[in-house]
């Protein structure tokens, strides 16, 4: 699909566009940067900060993937949105991180939505026990901005739309409760599954296999 079809596409549905570039050249994201985005994600910190580190600095980077706590100071300050953290054990060490290097780390609770055990996340209670947390201060240097969610992998849209369905009204609840600003950001929806994501309320699409091509993994 092109890049401006797909990123007119989500500015209509006031989403925002993370174009995934795990595996992907340096080349890769050139092309797409010369079109004018601006934020890329990625699941693998080495990864990350090599591109990082060769690419123009207004780019913002997402780190998406599954997040060691021992990797954490590696990744801090370095993503400007951390969309998977999926433990309380996490979240402490990204907050310690954090206010080593002076810094608010923004970032989004991962919540599991798919039946799939290698998918992640943070069930009903732990989300519960993390944003009241957060509401008594406990985090000062980190900011967090919302939810993301992977849907089980399967053409079946009856089985996505219900998990989407049970992420936004997660997400909704959570948001009533939120004492500080800015909890707004619901990303989910991915190359085969944003468009059911975008009816469900998404507010950021991570897309992948659809802009770049299929990974070749070695
Ligand atoms: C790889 C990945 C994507 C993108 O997947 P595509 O199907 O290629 O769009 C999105 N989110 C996460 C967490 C990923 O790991």
Same mark, same amino acid.
């Given at each position: 699909?092109? $890049?401006?079809?797909?990123?007119?596409?989500?500015?209509?549905?006031?989403?925002?566009?993370?174009?995934? /570039?795990?595996?992907?050249? @340096? /080349?890769?994201?050139?092309?797409? $940067?010369?079109?004018?985005?601006?934020? +890329?994600?990625?699941?693998?910190?080495?990864?990350?900060?090599?591109?990082?580190?060769?690419?123009?600095?207004?780019?913002?980077?997402? #780190? @998406?993937?599954?997040?060691?706590?021992?990797?954490?100071?590696?990744?801090?300050?370095?993503? *400007?949105?951390?969309?998977?953290?999926?433990?309380?054990?996490?979240?402490?060490?990204?907050?310690?991180?954090?206010?080593?290097?002076?810094?608010?780390?923004?970032?989004?609770?991962?919540?599991? @939505?798919?039946?799939?055990?290698?998918?992640?996340?943070?069930?009903?209670?732990?989300?519960?026990?993390?944003?009241?947390?957060?509401?008594?201060?406990?985090?000062?240097?980190?900011?967090?901005?919302?939810?993301?969610?992977?849907?089980? +992998?399967?053409?079946?849209? /009856?089985?996505? *739309?219900?998990? #989407?369905?049970?992420?936004?009204?997660? #997400?909704?609840?959570?948001?009533? &409760?939120?004492?500080?600003?800015?909890?707004?950001?619901? /990303?989910?929806?991915?190359?085969?599954?944003? &468009?059911?994501?975008?009816?469900?309320?998404?507010?950021?699409?991570?897309?992948?296999?659809?802009? +770049?091509?299929?990974?070749?993994?070695?």
């Amino acid at each position: 699909m092109s $890049y401006q079809d797909l990123s007119q596409e989500c500015r209509q549905a006031n989403a925002t566009l993370v174009a995934v /570039s795990k595996t992907k050249p @340096i /080349s890769a994201i050139e092309g797409l $940067y010369a079109q004018g985005q601006r934020i +890329f994600g990625e699941n693998r910190i080495e990864e990350m900060l090599e591109k990082k580190e060769a690419l123009p600095d207004d780019i913002e980077w997402h #780190f @998406i993937g599954t997040l060691q706590t021992k990797k954490v100071k590696k990744l801090i300050p370095n993503a *400007s949105l951390i969309h998977s953290v999926d433990s309380i054990k996490l979240l402490d060490e990204i907050n310690k991180r954090s206010e080593q290097h002076n810094v608010v780390t923004s970032l989004l609770l991962q919540v599991k @939505i798919a039946k799939e055990e290698s998918k992640h996340g943070l069930d009903a209670t732990q989300l519960m026990d993390i944003m009241n947390g957060i509401n008594k201060g406990g985090y000062p240097n980190i900011h967090c901005r919302g939810m993301m969610g992977m849907a089980t +992998f399967t053409d079946d849209k /009856s089985t996505v *739309s219900s998990e #989407f369905e049970y992420l936004k009204s997660t #997400f909704d609840q959570a948001k009533r &409760k939120a004492t500080w600003q800015g909890f707004d950001t619901l /990303s989910m929806g991915m190359s085969g599954d944003y &468009k059911l994501a975008l009816e469900h309320g998404s507010t950021m699409v991570r897309i992948g296999s659809l802009l +770049f091509g299929a990974r070749e993994y070695v």
